[in-house]
Structures are given as structure tokens and as C-alpha cells.
């Protein structure tokens, strides 16, 4: 099966990836909260490189969790730090403060771990195949540092999603990288 065979099927799987994610979210925090899609689509790395770097300023957040399986992937959360902020803050009942302290970045990396689970566990079901994710690792950095590593050829999918939490909503990137080499 090709990466972009294997995309255009998690593409199908991107709206119920991202209302089981924000079950999980609302089981998780005993907040109200929703994950909504505004596009689901797949492009080259390059296109989500120039994407990231004429949409959100630097410096941004990155969620980033490997998934072994079938196949290997890499799932991508890329928040403004703006955005990083209101989410934690929704999330801790308070405001908080940049850059993220400890339990900002757990909290995020968190948030990352339900919503990449939901995202392997709907593809798992469509696969028949399980897919087991790394901890979350949480990155500071800026959208040239984060998009150099891949190469600008490679297809993946890009989700835009919305997390509606208490009163905030919070814009973020998902992007899932097939490797199908390891």
C-alpha cells in the first residue's frame, strides 16, 4: 500500500478521529469540550511548510508522537503559543503564562496523547491493525526548525482542527506522516 492510499483512507477517518478525541478530551478534564474539523486534506510537506510559516508565528508549540504499527507514522500538533496558552489555561481553570511551565507542558502533551490515540485507534479499526504511539514529546520551536527534518516531497495529511473547551476556542494543525520504512 502507498502513503498516498494509506493518507486518503485516514483522510475518511479524520471527523471520527477527532470527535472520539474530544470524548476522550471531555472524559479526560471533566470540561465541556468539542474537536471540530475545518478541512481535512492531503499535501506535501512543502505546502504544509510554507503553510506553518506564513500561518502561525513563531514561536509554536509541537506535539509530536510516533505511532508503530502496520506501517510507522509521526502525529503532529502545532499550536501558536497564543493558542497553547488559552488551551492550558482553559484546561487549568486559570490563567497561565509563557513560555509554558511544567505542568503547561504536560498539560499540552496531554491533550496531544488523547487526541494522536484517537486518531491510531480509528485507523487501527479501519486497518485491523494496532498501532501503539511513544510518549508525547512536547517542542518549542519555530516553523522553519520543525519543518526542515521531512522531506518537502512527502505527502501527508493535513487536519485543521478547532478545540472548543469551557469559553475558548483554540486553532490547531494536526499532521499525520506516513513512514513506511520505519
Do not use: C
Amino acid at each position: 500500500m502507498e502513503a498516498d492510499q494509506i493518507l486518503a483512507v485516514w483522510q475518511r477517518a479524520s471527523v471520527p478521529a477527532l470527535n472520539r478525541a474530544g470524548l476522550a478530551l471531555k472524559q479526560f478534564s471533566g470540561l465541556d469540550f468539542n474537536v471540530t474539523e475545518s478541512d481535512v486534506t492531503v499535501v506535501l510537506w512543502s505546502t504544509m511548510s510554507e503553510r506553518l510559516k506564513k500561518s502561525i508565528t513563531s514561536p509554536l508549540y509541537a506535539v509530536h508522537l510516533r505511532a508503530v504499527g502496520l506501517f510507522h507514522a509521526h502525529i503532529l500538533l502545532v499550536f501558536s503559543d497564543a493558542n497553547s496558552q488559552r488551551l492550558v489555561g482553559a484546561l487549568m481553570g486559570e490563567a497561565v503564562a509563557l513560555p509554558l511551565d511544567d505542568m503547561g507542558l504536560s498539560a499540552l502533551a496531554e491533550v496531544g496523547n488523547v487526541v494522536g490515540t484517537a486518531f491510531l485507534n480509528v485507523f487501527s479499526d479501519l486497518f485491523h491493525s494496532v498501532w501503539e504511539p511513544t510518549t508525547p514529546r512536547v517542542m518549542l520551536t519555530s516553523a522553519e526548525s520543525l519543518t526542515q527534518e521531512i522531506s518537502p516531497g512527502t505527502s501527508v495529511l493535513l487536519t485543521q482542527a478547532l478545540f472548543q473547551v469551557t469559553d475558548e476556542e483554540v486553532s490547531a494543525e494536526i499532521v499525520v506522516i506516513p513512514t513506511l520504512t520505519g
